[in-house]
């Protein structure tokens, strides 16, 4: 009743969702986040999925703009193809919030995962369970802009803990991603046996470097750290024994959830800052099995600092599930 | 007079399909039918039609390529590359992509000729030898403005705007130049493949190799040319989309083969060909982006709209071809 | 109900039997009886629907209307393999759908016993080798088994078709024109085979354009025009009759007029087919007709491969209109103006997905194209010519190939090359599949254009060499063994000999070397 | 002797260039050639080796099946769905995705035989067909223990061990599962295709369909049941893929196609056979994984893997074909 325009007449207000990426739990699970949040707000949610086609995703923003939605939600995507449709979608009046990339537009506010913390995250406790020194094995597969990123923080890490020894790196991105890492994993166990600690900053291959030293039977000399969590993980991580001990990761629903509010915030006229960050969490295998979560909503529920944020929430921001 | 009947069928049967389709959509959706929303279909399809286009040629002469995928996103890296790092400038930049089409293409088209590896094979060997290849310069990267290099520098180059505008300008502001160049293309090779003596010889090549070469025909020059002529389309794809993107991205073009196939493939059906021919590509990639831009905007997940290109492409092909071939028996 | 031939019960019926291509009336109500223990020659022009009788009794197409029995019993076959098991086998005219290409030469012998499901469930190259031994030893061959049937001759396929059809101890056997490929030596064993048969009471029903073999078989001879049946001739056998009734008119046999051209157009000096054989030379006139006659395998195809670039001789020189010719590909002999009509039509001539006319000027398109582009009208136009000229049977210049039967598919392919003018004429077995009237009309269609060209044709049937030439040459063991003129002076005994490889072969070096 | 050299080097020219290679490995990577290692090797393409045995068995009729990835796929989310959301047993699931694989197979073989579609456009519609509706039933998840469903509530279900053993046990604690289904299925496969009269009868029909005909086989049924064939193994790959992930994963990419395609066409080259055949299909994955398996044993970057692929099929290819067919001028 005490929403501000256009809130106040929610049925009247069409908002994007302009996707690059759409398969896989993570964007399921966004998709779901912005979709409830839109429900909450009640407003008219549409969804367009460029499916990894950088320049269908601009041309996209332009449908949008075309179809005369009031606000946009750009998801992923790579900064050269959207920094000009955005441009446009600006000029044209339309409120954008984009997610996951950026889109070099002070109007534009980002929203972020922050995937340097992710990795920060996953490589304290790492040494904080190894000690300064040891030899690691690293998954990447460079090109994609959040494994570059937790690359970076990867890179820092090395240069700060010189005990840290990197004798192999590997990674595909071949679908299914976990069974052909799992393939490229047991060859290097087999080549390094004196790994103890596999990085492998996406759960996908965490998955898949897991299977393979269930298959080697090292499950209780290796350690994986890892970044990014579902409920398929958090199964795997729970499982006896489990070399998966610890991924950082932020909720994926949260996120969705968040980038609507924001976009919402804009669009009442408020601020939302240019960055607005979630944090991630930390969550270890001990954590799950001491406190029985094994699965996704009872982990929101068991650490509230996963399941909802206070970022981008104005007072009469109605919330998902309220 | 049932005869007609099914003759028309045959050879309109898939514009009724796609009329049906559009009126649909329409209903649905009344900002389907704008000229934007078609420019916008017209536009998604471009590179992926130039690439159907190229495609073609092989499967005129009774081939195929598999590498045409692979061959876009190398001369993506190759322009992004000779943009970003070396600096060049638009026309040197184009100049060599298509240069490495085409080399790619005769690749190809000697290892096929001379080699005497089964078309699917060479390519398939190509394709995989070029995914792995176009990563090497970069370590894996993707080449974007100041990017460091694998040696530590950084690239002081960038795209140029003519080059930008490839991708991004309109001409007279409503047709994008991809637009423009796949309609280009697309009458060049629907003209070469139709009405000039070559075109004919690739077509009497790709029925009857044997009969061909006895008529006079330089079979070997043919095929090598066929797969040029592929190479040379998908490496202007590649153009196209580096320009569109603005990015040597590493996993752009990953769908560019399958769907690019698909066009190609469908194609036969149009006006009950069932022959490769550059309209039915043409309109078999109009087909699938029609199909496409009216799931979204009816709001349906990603996931349906495979599953309805799947259906509707069988169901269309099961009518075509179903009658193409009457009475054997 | 007519009493059956010499063995009496009747084995087939046919009865109003009626069969169109769309609006294309093919058989028009056709009776037909054959009985056991005779053997039935079907005469029929090109096109009058031999080939698609066959089909319908063989069961790989269905009658309009019309019914058949076999054996009293009704027959309507559904599909091929029904045929085969109620007793009736077929050797189709198309080569090509008798022989898998890739296949060894043992698994085509036993391809109906597999596909038919005779065969036990395993099937071990031991048990095939020897099985398809049994099968070849009916015609007394001795094939390399384990090559792939591409590796093998035509004529050699054509008779994998029969011996297959043979092993399968038929009730009816039908023989669609089965010699047409082979030489008089084989055709000989096939002759014997199906005397054979027919004292065994097997019913024979045997299509063929060559007098030869009905003289030789036939115990009765009903004849096909337009779809129709038109005669029933019984011995004594009027054959004079009974090719009129398979015409519809009478065909003046006077011999054509002989002529010896003076200017030699092209020769051959030394030449060596390959390293093994004899080194030979001739040189073919222009307004001649020259024919090279020779067994099957003797090196005909070969010499004329070489002549049209599409091989290299071992060794020797070729002159064209006096200067060296040495041809790299066909290409560059079509431009010097040497054509070839190659034998074997369905593989190495004739393009299935074009219709006639595009079939037709395929070696043209230089000629007929502007700018690249290609002048349709005129496409059309001259294909319209050929077609009247050779009275191709069609409905247009537009048909598809396919539609087209055996013997006008091969005028489509000698009107191909009589389109445009040339200095020398190649024509490999150009009479392959085609009626008595068709080879007058090609033969003199050959002759009225042979004016300003040489033309060479090479042909297994002495017959044939006898009926078109002015010249036949003799061609044994890959190298010409016999030089002769046709026409009254011919000395046929003389040509038999040769022919058969008995001539003095210190005679091999030819007077008509070239000037 | 110049031709029992050339003859030899057909024949063994693959299996030189194989030994050649394990010999480099060895040099480089002492660890590689251990029995661990081979059977590694054997494990990491069991996968890929089931799909392209059964893609062999439509090359062999002549056809081809471009929707065994999307099959596999499939399977894996039915097999997934099934234990997790119904919570069947292990048997039952099994069933269900053999069941599944056999119905996409002939669902491919009657769109092809009696919808007369070409089979690469017929098998491409089911690809994408499948990719999608895999997605439907869950939406877009994956599919794992405790997962929440579309309708709000949790999966109960869970993957039974048993089932899970066929994706990580071992027998005799050497040999895992799934390479024993991969050899046992290839030992059917290739005595099927060489030793019986149906396989012989199948390369018949992949020769000269009209031919086979004639000669009484029935030339539909037989294309059927082959892409019967290849639509069960490619179920079978699926079952073992949810075995060893554990999980129903979406994935919307078609790597295992493209492997299981090439090891299928390389295995043209195994023993000179240049048809397919299914020995040379097994040799033609283990080939593809061994270079794979040392490549990452090597550090080699995982771009440079695709090129090295690439590159050792084109060359392995060249050498083999180009002598195969000698003097055809
Ligand atoms: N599949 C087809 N479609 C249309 N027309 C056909 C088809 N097959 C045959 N015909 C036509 O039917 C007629 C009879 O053909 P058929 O092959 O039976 O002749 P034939 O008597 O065997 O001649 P030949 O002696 O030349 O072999 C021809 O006019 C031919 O064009
Ligand atoms: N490379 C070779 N080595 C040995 N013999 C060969 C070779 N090539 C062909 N032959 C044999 O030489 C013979 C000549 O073949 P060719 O096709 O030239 O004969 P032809 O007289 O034209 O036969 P046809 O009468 O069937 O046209 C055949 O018996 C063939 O098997
Ligand atoms: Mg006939
Ligand atoms: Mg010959």
């Known amino acids: 009743a005490d929403k501000p325009a256009p809130f106040d007449q929610p049925e009247k207000v069409s908002i994007a969702l302009v996707r690059y990426l759409s398969t896989g739990d993570f964007f399921q699970a966004y998709l779901t986040g912005a979709q409830e949040q839109a429900k909450a707000l009640g407003v008219e949610l549409r969804v367009l999925d460029s499916r990894q086609d950088a320049a269908l995703q601009a041309d996209m923003v332009d449908q949008a703009i075309a179809l005369g939605v009031d606000g946009i939600v750009v998801q992923h995507g790579l900064t050269e193809s959207m920094t000009a449709a955005v441009q446009r979608a600006v000029d044209a009046g339309i409120k954008v919030v984009a997610f996951d990339v950026d889109v070099q537009n002070d109007k534009v506010p980002q929203i972020e995962q922050s995937d340097r913390d992710l990795a920060r995250l996953a490589l304290e406790q790492a040494v904080k369970d190894n000690g300064e020194a040891f030899q690691a094995a690293y998954v990447y597969v460079p090109g994609i802009a959040p494994l570059d990123r937790r690359d970076e923080t990867w890179k820092t890490f090395k240069g700060k803990y010189s005990g840290i020894e990197e004798v192999a790196q590997f990674g595909t991105l071949d679908n299914p991603i976990a069974n052909s890492v799992a393939n490229q994993a047991s060859a290097v166990l087999r080549a390094n046996p004196g790994v103890t600690v596999v990085f492998a900053p996406y759960d996908e291959f965490a998955k898949g470097v897991k299977i393979a030293v269930d298959e080697a039977g090292l499950s209780s000399d290796i350690k994986i750290y890892s970044a990014d969590i579902s409920t398929a993980d958090i199964q795997a991580m729970r499982e006896d024994p489990s070399a998966w001990v610890a991924t950082a990761a932020t909720n994926p629903q949260l996120i969705g959830e968040v980038s609507v509010r924001a976009l919402a915030m804009l669009l009442a006229g408020e601020d939302p800052g240019h960055n607005v960050v979630v944090p991630p969490t930390l969550v270890t295998r001990d954590m799950l099995l001491e406190s029985d979560i094994k699965n996704m909503e009872e982990l929101s529920q068991k650490l509230p600092q996963f399941a909802s944020t206070d970022v981008a929430s104005p007072d009469w921001m109605p919330k998902v599930g309220e | ?329 | 109900m007519i009493d059956g031939g010499p063995g009496g019960r009747t084995v087939l019926e046919i009865a109003g039997l009626e069969r169109a291509f769309a609006s294309n009336r093919v058989l028009k109500s056709v009776d037909l009886e054959v009985a056991a223990g005779e053997v039935v020659v079907l005469m029929g022009a090109n096109g009058a629907g031999k080939s698609t009788l066959v089909k319908i009794v063989a069961g790989a197409l269905r009658p309009d209307a019309g019914e058949m029995r076999l054996e009293g019993r009704p027959f309507a076959p559904a599909r091929p393999v029904d045929a085969v098991e109620s007793g009736l086998c077929v050797v189709h005219q198309q080569i090509n759908d008798a022989v898998a290409a890739d296949l060894s030469v043992a698994q085509n012998l036993l391809l109906d016993r597999l596909c038919s499901g005779k065969a036990g469930a395993f099937h071990t190259p031991r048990r095939a080798r020897r099985e398809a031994d049994a099968i070849q030893a009916i015609l007394g061959l001795s094939l390399p088994l384990d090559r792939p049937a591409r590796d093998i001759p035509l004529a050699d396929r054509q008779l994998v078709a029969i011996c297959r059809a043979l092993a399968e101890e038929p009730k009816i056997l039908v023989l669609d024109e089965p010699t047409s490929s082979l030489s008089q030596r084989e055709a000989e064993r096939l002759f014997g085979i199906v005397e054979m048969l027919k004292a065994r009471g097997v019913a024979i029903l045997y299509i063929t354009h060559r007098m030869s073999d009905i003289r030789r078989l036939a115990d009765r001879i009903v004849t096909l025009r337009d779809g129709r049946i038109t005669g029933e001739f019984r011995p004594p056998l009027d054959y004079e009759a009974a090719v009129t009734a398979m015409l519809g008119e009478t065909i003046a046999r006077g011999g054509a007029e002989r002529r010896f051209g003076t200017e030699p157009v092209f020769a051959v000096r030394d030449l060596q087919l390959t390293h093994w054989s004899r080194p030979f030379s001739f040189a073919l006139k222009a307004g001649e007709v020259t024919a090279i006659t020779g067994l099957v395998g003797t090196g005909k195809s070969r010499l004329a491969e070489v002549i049209f670039g599409a091989r290299r001789p071992a060794a020797g020189e070729m002159q064209l209109t006096g200067a060296p010719y040495r041809p790299k590909t066909s290409r560059a002999a079509i431009e010097a103006g040497v054509f070839m009509a190659a034998k074997d039509r369905a593989t190495s001539s004739l393009v299935p997905a074009f219709d006639i006319a595009r079939n037709l000027s395929l070696p043209f398109l230089k000629r007929r194209s502007r700018a690249g582009f290609i002048d349709r009208a005129v496409e059309r136009r001259r294909a319209r010519r050929t077609i009247a000229d050779l009275s191709i049977v069609c409905r247009g210049e537009a048909d598809a190939m396919a539609t087209l039967s055996g013997g006008n598919q091969q005028k489509v392919v000698v009107g191909r090359w009589l389109s445009q003018a040339s200095k020398l004429l190649i024509l490999d077995e150009p009479f392959q599949g085609v009626d008595i009237r068709a080879r007058g009309d090609i033969a003199r269609r050959l002759r009225e254009t042979a004016a300003d060209r040489a033309t060479l044709v090479l042909v297994t049937e002495i017959d044939e060499a006898v009926e078109v030439a002015d010249r036949i040459l003799v061609m044994s063991d890959h190298t010409i063994v016999g030089d002769h003129r046709a026409g009254r002076e011919l000395d046929l005994a003389r040509l038999v000999a040769e022919v058969a490889g008995e001539a003095d072969h210190s005679s091999t070096r030819l007077e008509s070397t070239a000037g």
Do not use: H
């Not at chain 2, 002469?61 to 190759?78: E, Q, T």
């Not at chain 2, 009458?187 to 004919?200: D, K, N, Q, S």
């Not at chain 2, 320009?243 to 066009?263: E, Q």
């Not at chain 2, 009950?272 to 982006?289: E, R």
């Open chain 2, 1 to 329: 007079m049932t005869l007609a009947v099914r003759d028309l069928s045959i050879r309109y049967g898939f514009f009724v399909l796609l009329v049906a389709l559009a009126v649909f959509f329409y209903a649905a959706q009344p900002a389907f039918l704008s000229l934007r929303s078609l420019i916008f279909v017209f536009q998604s399809v471009s590179i992926t039609a130039i690439l159907a286009l190229g495609v073609t040629g092989t499967l005129v002469v009774g081939g195929f390529d598999l590498s045409i995928g692979s061959v876009a996103a190398s001369s993506m890296m190759a322009a992004s590359y000779a943009m970003v790092i070396w600096g060049w400038g638009t026309a040197e930049t184009v100049a060599l992509c298509i240069g490495f089409g085409l080399l790619a293409g005769l690749f190809n088209g000697v290892i096929i000729v001379y080699g005497r590896i089964p078309d699917l094979l060479a390519t398939l060997g190509t394709m995989f030898l070029l995914l792995g290849l176009q990563l090497v310069p970069t370590a894996g990267r993707s080449i974007a403005r100041g990017m460091t290099l694998p040696d530590g520098t950084t690239a002081t180059g960038s795209f140029d705007p003519s080059f930008l505008s490839l991708g991004r300008a309109r001409l007279f502001d409503v047709l994008p130049v991809s637009v423009v160049v796949m309609l280009a293309l697309g009458v060049a090779i629907f003209v070469f493949l139709e009405f000039t003596r070559w075109g004919r010889v690739m077509y009497a090549i790709g029925s009857n190799q044997q009969a061909s070469r006895l008529a006079g025909a330089p079979v070997e020059r043919y095929k090598i040319a066929a797969y040029m002529i592929s190479g040379g389309f998908a490496s202007v794809g590649g153009i196209l989309l580096a320009a569109r993107v603005g990015r040597g991205d590493v996993s752009s073009g990953n769908s560019l083969l399958l769907d690019a196939v698909a066009a190609a493939l469908i194609g036969f059906a149009v006006l009950g060909a069932a022959k490769p021919n550059a309209f039915g590509t043409l309109v078999g990639a109009l087909f699938v982006g029609m199909l496409l831009q009216g799931l979204t905007m009816m709001n349906a997940p990603y996931y349906t709209q495979d599953a309805v290109k799947g259906a509707v492409l069988v169901v269309a092909l099961l009518f075509t071809f179903s009658m193409t071939r009457p009475g054997e028996r």
